[in-house]
């Protein structure tokens, strides 16, 4: 009975890790689909948060679509699911500070999270700004989910497979 209850509760985890892992793949890979082609509008949306120097703001708005898009597919394909996982709750911790950066200085602007952002009316500013920030938390909640799970349904689970059939076996030998 115990061992049916260890089953059921693994394969819920499994389902949530795999969830998580394409929810928060395919979110980057829509954000950086959507501003890679118009790398321009990055840089501007970027500049806009006026946190980094220009040339910073220009580095990080021409690279960040890349970035986001190369970091979903890893994610979608369950390849070093905790560090990509790790990669992915980081990105969304940076998008929550700086959304709340702005947000605290009274700076009204687009997130630019997918697309071109900038400068918005006030209001649009400040009506957008919770949920932006709810929907980077939760995103930001399945990368750390990431990196406790046991990947799932992932190139993870065939690659290093070995390693945790041969932890799991010298876990029985201790129990025994």
Same mark, same amino acid.
């Given at each position: +009975?115990?061992?049916?209850?260890?089953t059921g #509760?693994? *394969?819920w985890? #499994?389902?949530v890790?795999?969830?998580?892992?394409?929810? !928060?793949? =395919? @979110?980057v /890979?829509?954000?950086?689909?959507?501003k @890679? $082609? #118009?790398?321009?509008?990055?840089v501007?949306?970027?500049?806009?948060?006026? %946190?980094?120097?220009?040339?910073l703001a220009?580095?990080?708005?021409?690279?960040?679509?890349?970035?986001e /898009?190369? !970091?979903? %597919?890893?994610?979608?394909? $369950?390849?070093?699911?905790?560090v +990509?996982?790790? !990669?992915g709750?980081?990105? +969304?911790?940076?998008?929550?500070i700086? /959304?709340?950066?702005v947000?605290?200085?009274?700076?009204?602007? *687009?997130c630019?999270c997918?697309? #071109?952002? $900038?400068?918005? *009316?006030?209001?649009?500013?400040?009506?957008?700004?919770?949920?932006? /920030?709810l929907?980077? @938390?939760a995103? +930001?909640?399945? $990368?750390?989910?990431? =990196?406790?799970?046991?990947?799932?349904?992932?190139v993870?689970?065939?690659?290093?497979r070995?390693?945790?059939?041969?932890i799991?076996?010298?876990?029985r030998?201790?129990?025994?």
């Amino acid at each position: +009975m115990d061992s049916k209850i260890r089953t059921g #509760n693994r *394969d819920w985890k #499994n389902w949530v890790s795999l969830a998580a892992r394409l929810i !928060l793949g =395919v @979110v980057v /890979i829509w954000a950086g689909l959507s501003k @890679v $082609g #118009n790398l321009a509008g990055s840089v501007q949306s970027t500049s806009s948060y006026q %946190i980094l120097s220009y040339d910073l703001a220009q580095f990080v708005g021409y690279a960040l679509p890349f970035a986001e /898009i190369a !970091l979903g %597919i890893v994610l979608i394909l $369950g390849l070093f699911t905790r560090v +990509m996982g790790a !990669l992915g709750a980081l990105l +969304m911790l940076g998008f929550v500070i700086a /959304i709340a950066s702005v947000w605290a200085r009274g700076i009204s602007i *687009d997130c630019g999270c997918f697309g #071109n952002g $900038g400068p918005v *009316d006030p209001s649009t500013a400040t009506a957008g700004y919770p949920w932006e /920030i709810l929907r980077d @938390v939760a995103l +930001m909640a399945c $990368g750390i989910w990431l =990196v406790f799970a046991k990947p799932f349904l992932a190139v993870d689970s065939w690659l290093f497979r070995p390693v945790e059939d041969i932890i799991a076996q010298k876990d029985r030998k201790k129990r025994r």
